[in-house]
């Protein structure tokens, strides 16, 4: 005899030489083709389930990506939120109408040291400025950018940079964001 498996049941069955299967519990026996229909039905109900879950799965993914809004912007919440690694607070990386300068961020000793190219993309010139230790951006140490006039500095990934449009109260993103960690070579300021 060889052992040939499970069944539905849970137990244990072995195949007999004369086609039958043998209950290994209790020493009855049920014809094969009894017991091959009901693996096929177990087969089949494993089959459905697997597929049940997938769609669940796809339903969850799309409620999140797309369905649950923010209240505040009515963007999907996956595209209300951002993961960066140097980051002083998760609330500087929302979703924000409007820049307001360097709030509580401040630079910090660490990171790697990068040459970024910041270009401005407005039809005004910005003033570019390094939020130092003390969390002050100050303008007198800042850099007037032209429109289209691009800056190579070389700093660090934990040394933000905030920018707004040369002698106004109004603030500009960089790279995206309000408050900018070098990261990348090429940045615009829009």
């Known amino acids: 005899m060889d052992e040939d498996g499970l069944v539905p049941s849970g137990m244990k069955f072995m195949k007999t030489q004369d086609?039958?299967?043998?209950?290994?519990?209790?020493?009855?026996?049920?014809?094969?083709?009894?017991?091959?229909?009901?693996?096929?039905?177990?087969?089949?109900?494993?089959?459905?389930?697997?597929?049940?879950?997938?769609?669940?799965?796809?339903?969850?993914?799309?409620?999140?990506?797309?369905?649950?809004?923010?209240?505040?912007?009515?963007?999907?919440?996956?595209?209300?939120?951002?993961?960066?690694?140097n980051c002083t607070s998760a609330t500087e990386f929302q979703n924000e109408d409007n820049c307001s300068g360097p709030g509580d961020t401040r630079?910090?000793?660490?990171?790697?040291?990068?040459t970024t190219v910041f270009k401005d993309t407005l039809p005004r010139t910005v003033l570019l400025m390094w939020i130092d230790y003390n969390g002050t951006a100050d303008p007198s140490k800042g850099w007037q950018l032209a429109p289209g006039g691009s800056l190579r500095l070389k700093t660090n990934t934990v040394h933000p940079f905030v920018a707004k449009i040369d002698g106004t109260d109004e603030w500009v993103r960089i790279g995206g964001q309000c408050k900018y960690y070098p990261q990348a070579e090429h940045v615009d300021i829009a």
């Open 19 to 85: 086609g039958y299967y043998m209950d290994a519990l209790d020493g009855t026996t049920t014809p094969g083709r009894q017991c091959t229909g009901k693996l096929k039905v177990l087969i089949m109900v494993a089959a459905l389930m697997v597929l049940v879950l997938m769609g669940v799965s796809v339903l969850i993914g799309m409620a999140i990506g797309g369905f649950f809004k923010d209240s505040t912007t009515g963007q999907p919440l996956a595209d209300t939120t951002a993961v960066v690694s």
């Open 107 to 114: 630079s910090t000793d660490g990171g790697l040291d990068v």
